[in-house]
């Protein structure tokens, strides 16, 4: 039984054909937001098996299992490695029509050469061969990125993080720059006092300063913001659930800090106002060192009170949520725009409902200098699938420029998510392919076309990160 994967995947139509076989398949990967282990990279890992690598934290396809009636026992659990990969085999099946049978199929046949369905009669053979391969020199981590043409991958990092494998990599002669990215979500997250302090203290300890309010919170921050950006990190990440905008005063934030380091918890207005001074100062900081800031909004986490007692953050309990956001990001990026200190931003926004204004807000904020400054950011999380890229592309065609949209990322923990790269660029050529060959855009101007695509897959962002 072989996989429906041929060399024309997605690509429906000549001019499409043309466009993805050309010229969009040849280009290398910058990678520009995800979350590989960079202790991984570091070491060079071997994987120990499929499982490790496929199943190891992959939350996608752990809802997907769930979902499917397989125990957590086969997810997360005690069973062997085998047997995992038997319960994703059962499953695989049954995610038609979902992402992660295409991804599964697209996985198996770049990384492994295997052209066939995984399904439970082939579950066995797979795993094996699979773990066969795994075993070979150049099937390692970095292997693994040599072989998708990575040129450019930027991890999430926390302030207090070392950077030691950040900077274990650079000091190699591995050839893939991997980059910090700068992720201050915990300095906001002080709905539990005592873990919030916890972090304070810890944030205290490796920034070297005697944190007792907002002044020295802020200075112990900048003082990791300037460590990051020495060791080669020119990427901020704000992960924003219910987006703040309740403006306070420096002094309030100050009193709110010291009631936080107090062991009180502060109430859902008090949370708000904190967490705007706070996120303004990080943004502040963002535009004065010429950094790229990236907004992540709107998911509802860990939805499952018991799950996640058992199993903790990030085991596939979050959900898309339908807060109102429009109000609180034109109210954020306005404030930093009046100061002139507007970074580069990338807003993501995880409800597909929100795709219209997303674009529309990004064109309010161009300076008229950058090229795309404020940018529309690919389609994220429950919608990096063929409907929710879609949607998000015709979405930034109408209300801003497709032309200069810095394409696809991975945000993905896997070494083999690189596929999604691939995925988008076929999708890509598809919708421009059709549209030149229904007339909606001149045959004549196909060399424009060509440039579009490269400039997408690869050009605008190696020039907008300025990598």
Excluded at 112 to 127: H, N, Q, S, V
Excluded at 178 to 200: Q, S
Excluded at 301 to 322: C, E, K
């Amino acid at each position: 039984m072989s996989s429906f994967i041929t060399p024309d995947f997605l690509l429906s139509n000549e001019t499409a054909r043309r466009l993805y076989h050309d010229h969009a398949s040849k280009l290398p990967i910058i990678d520009y937001h995800c979350h590989l282990s960079p202790a991984l990279i570091a070491s060079d890992h071997r994987f120990a098996d499929i499982t490790e690598l496929w199943l190891s934290g992959d939350h996608y396809k752990w809802r997907a299992m769930r979902a499917n009636g397989v125990s957590e026992y086969y997810i997360t659990g005690g069973a062997s490695p085998r047997e995992k990969f038997r319960k994703w085999a059962e499953t695989v099946p049954y995610t038609m029509r979902n992402p992660l049978y295409h991804w599964t199929a697209m996985e198996l046949k770049t990384a492994f050469g295997i052209d066939r369905l995984l399904t439970p009669e082939t579950a066995d053979w797979i795993f094996d061969e699979c773990n066969r391969q795994l075993a070979l020199p150049e099937m390692s981590a970095r292997g693994l990125m040599k072989k998708y043409n990575v040129e450019v991958v930027c991890t999430t990092d926390d302030p207090v993080d070392s950077l030691e494998y950040h900077r274990a990599i650079q000091a190699s002669d591995f050839d893939i720059k991997v980059y910090a990215a700068w992720r201050p979500d915990k300095a906001m997250a002080g709905a539990h006092p005592e873990v919030y302090n916890d972090y304070v203290d810890k944030l205290s300890r490796v920034a070297g300063v005697d944190i007792t309010d907002y002044f020295t919170l802020v200075d112990a921050l900048q003082r990791r913001h300037d460590f990051f950006g020495d060791n080669g990190c020119s990427v901020a990440d704000h992960g924003l659930g219910r987006v703040p905008w309740s403006p306070c005063s420096v002094e309030e934030a100050d009193r709110l800090f010291k009631k936080l380091r107090s062991g009180v918890e502060l109430d859902t207005t008090e949370t708000d106002r904190f967490n705007t001074m706070l996120l303004l100062d990080l943004c502040r900081m963002n535009a004065r060192a010429g950094w790229v800031q990236q907004f992540h909004f709107g998911p509802m986490r860990n939805v499952n009170s018991r799950a996640f007692d058992a199993l903790g953050p990030d085991a596939g309990f979050d959900t898309i949520s339908d807060w109102r956001a429009a109000e609180a990001i034109a109210s954020i990026l306005n404030a930093l725009e009046a100061d002139n200190l507007l970074a580069k931003t990338i807003l993501y926004n995880i409800n597909p409902a929100d795709n219209s204004w997303v674009a529309a807000m990004a064109a309010n904020f161009q300076d008229g200098i950058t090229p795309g400054k404020i940018q529309m950011g690919a389609a994220w999380w429950f919608n990096d699938q063929l409907q929710g890229m879609r949607a998000q592309m015709d979405a930034l065609s109408v209300q801003g420029l497709l032309s200069r949209f810095v394409g696809m990322l991975t945000d993905s923990r896997s070494f083999l998510s690189y596929t999604r790269h691939d995925y988008f660029r076929r999708l890509l050529c598809d919708m421009l392919g059709r549209d030149v060959e229904s007339g909606l855009i001149p045959v004549s101007q196909i060399d424009r076309v060509i440039e579009m695509v490269r400039d997408i897959c690869y050009n605008n962002s190696k020039k907008y990160f300025n990598f």
